[in-house]
């Protein structure tokens, strides 16, 4: 479908993943207009998009992906052909907290705007015909993996980049999830999968490990210590720190989210995955070497910072995806070595300094609120 002309409504793209997302179909694809529909809640932030905002082939939309009416207004309005469907509500801490908003907006917003495509679609003459609906979703859906490094390999997987066990999370497994955030992402993708197998709509689903890079709301691990080592506060490391996460750069995600939307095939589903193992403990440790040495302290001054905290409830001991389906029928491959991802990571969180203090005061949601009073 590459060169003719295409309305995509990118939902979610004022968060981490959705705005690296935006940018690179807004900039990459200029024949197609760009609709984000996002609601601007704590973790949406349009200063990620600044430099993308005025280009023609780009529109925001600020809007709740539980408004059923509205959606369906706006899929008429733009002439949806193409949905890449990122919105979400993103934190396991906070869905321990709150399940209710989780299962609002994961599980009641999917639904919605799988209803107002299916409405729209459905209508015009050509029905499905060059349509989809991409639904972005997580490798936590598939429970947690255990600890068991491979006979013969224990030396080299001590520290970082896996594997810690021989076990992966593939295609074909079944759905375990443990945490309401899990549970929550996981019933949407079951009813991302329904609207294919009922009435024919061409869907895809993606599964992908834990994301760093820049823009990362910090609440979450890598930018939360990123700031906490910056400004010399506690590191909280849940439980002893053993858990085990498979890290992407961001922008390989949005890579491969625009091979898949180009040439995935209908009703399939991918796993999207770094292949880069880590403790929590060895990457805290790694974070504090680059932090110190790019704030030009002694290196590994701030490992005192170190704080074990209680840990998190239900909380899953092992993510590791095995991406060869991507990588063999898409031809995807992660572009960023761990080393220069993390790097870039914390020089950009060091040279944003003001992004990260509008962020944690909240000053831009104040900003927002009253650009958007009485809409
Ligand atoms: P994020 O929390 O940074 O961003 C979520 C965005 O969705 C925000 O801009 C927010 O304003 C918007 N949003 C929330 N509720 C909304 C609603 N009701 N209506 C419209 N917009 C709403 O999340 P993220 O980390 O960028 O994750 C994006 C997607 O990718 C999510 O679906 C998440 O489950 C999935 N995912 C994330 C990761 C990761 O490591 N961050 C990994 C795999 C999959
Ligand atoms: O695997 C994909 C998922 O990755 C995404 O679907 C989620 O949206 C995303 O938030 C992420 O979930 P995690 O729970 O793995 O990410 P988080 O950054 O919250 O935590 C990473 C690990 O670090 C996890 O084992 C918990 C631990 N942790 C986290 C925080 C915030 C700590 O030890 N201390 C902390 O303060």
Redesign the pocket.
């Known amino acids: 479908m590459k060169n003719c002309k295409r309305n995509i409504l990118i939902?979610?793209?004022?968060?981490?993943?959705?705005?690296h997302v935006v940018r690179l179909f807004v900039t990459r694809y200029p024949e197609y207009h760009i609709i984000n529909?996002?609601?601007?809640?704590?973790?949406?932030?349009l200063a990620n998009l600044k430099d993308i905002e005025s280009a023609l082939n780009y529109t925001f939309v600020k809007?709740?992906?539980?408004d059923f009416e509205l959606l369906e207004e706006l899929m008429k309005k733009y002439k949806i052909d193409g949905i890449i469907?990122?919105?979400?509500?993103?934190?396991v801490d906070r869905s321990i907290k709150d399940p209710f908003t989780f299962a609002?907006?994961?599980v009641m917003?999917t639904l919605s705007l799988l209803q107002a495509a299916r409405s729209y679609w459905e209508a015009l003459p050509e029905k499905y015909e060059g349509k989809m609906f991409y639904h972005?979703?997580?490798?936590?859906v598939y429970g947690a993996l255990e600890l068991n490094i491979p006979e013969g390999d224990s030396e080299t997987n001590k520290c970082g980049g896996g594997p810690f066990g021989d076990r992966f999370f593939k295609e074909t497994n079944s759905y375990n999830p443990h945490s309401p955030?899990s549970a929550s992402?996981a019933s949407s993708d079951h009813f991302v999968r329904s609207f294919h197998d009922t009435y024919g709509m061409p869907t895809i689903v993606t599964?992908?490990?834990?994301?760093?890079g820049p823009c990362?709301?910090p609440e979450?691990l890598i930018p939360l210590f990123i700031n906490n080592i910056i400004l010399r506060k506690p590191l909280p490391v849940y439980g002893k720190g053993e858990n085990v996460r498979d890290w992407l750069y961001v922008v390989d995600?949005a890579k491969a989210i625009d091979i898949i939307f180009h040439k995935g095939k209908i009703a399939e589903t991918y796993n999207i995955g770094g292949s880069n193992e880590w403790k929590n403990i060895d990457l805290i440790k790694v974070l504090i070497k680059v932090t110190d040495k790019l704030l030009g302290r002694t290196e590994c001054e701030d490992l005192d910072l170190i704080t074990y905290v209680t840990d998190r409830a239900g909380h899953d001991l092992r993510y590791a995806i095995d991406s060869t389906k991507l990588k063999t029928e898409l031809g995807w491959e992660p572009s960023l070595q761990f080393e220069e991802g993390i790097e870039k990571t914390v020089r950009w969180y060091l040279d944003n300094q003001e992004w990260l203090d509008h962020v944690i005061s909240g000053d831009y949601q104040k900003y927002y609120e009253q650009m958007y009073q009485g809409r």
């Open positions: 939902t979610g793209g004022a968060g981490f993943i959705g705005s529909l996002d609601k601007l809640t704590y973790a949406g932030n809007a709740d992906i539980c469907h990122l919105a979400a509500e993103s934190h609002k907006t994961n917003g972005i979703s997580t490798d936590e955030y992402k599964n992908c490990s834990n994301n760093y990362q709301f979450k995600h």
